[in-house]
Structures are given as C-alpha cells and as structure tokens.
Nanobody, 120 residues
Framework: QVQLVESGGGLVQAGGTLRLSCAAS????????MAWHRQAPGKERELVAS???????RYADSVKGRFTISRDIAKNTVLLQMNSLTPEDTAVYYC??????????????WGQGTQVTVSS
C-alpha cells in the first residue's frame, strides 16, 4: 500500500558528507511525520532524526549540529543531510513514515534501509 525507498547511502571518508533521501509512494492521504533511524552491527536501532508535518525537528544527541533533516511535503520526501561524518555513524539507515491513508487510519511504514559506511 505504501512504499518507502531510500537512496544516497554509500562509502565516505571521515569528515565527509552524505545526503540521504526517502520517497514515499502509494495510498497516502497525509504523512504526519517522517524520521530516520539507524542500526549498527551489534547495536539496537536508534532514532537519528525526525520531522513533523509542522516542521518540528528532533535529533539524537550524537548527531546534533552535524545532521539536518528536512521534508518536501509535496513530494512525500524526507532528506537527511549528514556532515562531518565519523566511523561511529556507520550503520544501516532506515526511513520511517507515519502515514494517514485515505481510510483515515494511521500506520507506520519502513524503508528497506541504505548502508552508510564511514572510513577512518
């Protein structure tokens, strides 16, 4: 019904930048919020950043000042600009969206994940 497709992951040197993109498609009436999570090997999945349809953003302490989340409502797309990357940022990054369908029901959807690898 709803699909999230991430792009922009890859390999980057420490101190470099990456820009992740997530586009939602399908039966969507409104996206209430979108977020990026990440999971590194041996660690639990953690929230990296989120943004509401009102533009309110929140960030994990570990990425504050380095990452910026933004949303293009018209395109059902969320972006994550990642600057000053370190090896600790290496993880699979997952896009998440809270979607209100045309049936007016709310559900969370997840993308397939995109690998971010930061070399030292």
């Amino acid at each position: 019904q709803v699909q999230l497709v991430e792009s922009g992951g890859g390999l980057v040197q420490a101190g470099g930048t990456l820009r992740l993109s997530c586009a939602a498609s399908g039966s969507i009436f409104r996206i209430n919020a979108m977020a990026w999570h990440r999971q590194a090997p041996g660690k639990e999945r953690e929230l990296v950043a989120s943004i509401t349809n009102g533009g309110t953003t929140r960030y994990a302490d570990s990425v504050k000042g380095r990452f910026t989340i933004s949303r293009d409502i018209a395109k059902n797309t969320v972006l994550l600009q990642m600057n000053s990357l370190t090896p600790e940022d290496t993880a699979v990054y997952y896009c998440n969206a809270n979607v209100q369908g045309w049936n007016l029901l709310h559900r969370d959807y997840w993308g397939q994940g995109t690998q971010v690898t930061v070399s030292s």
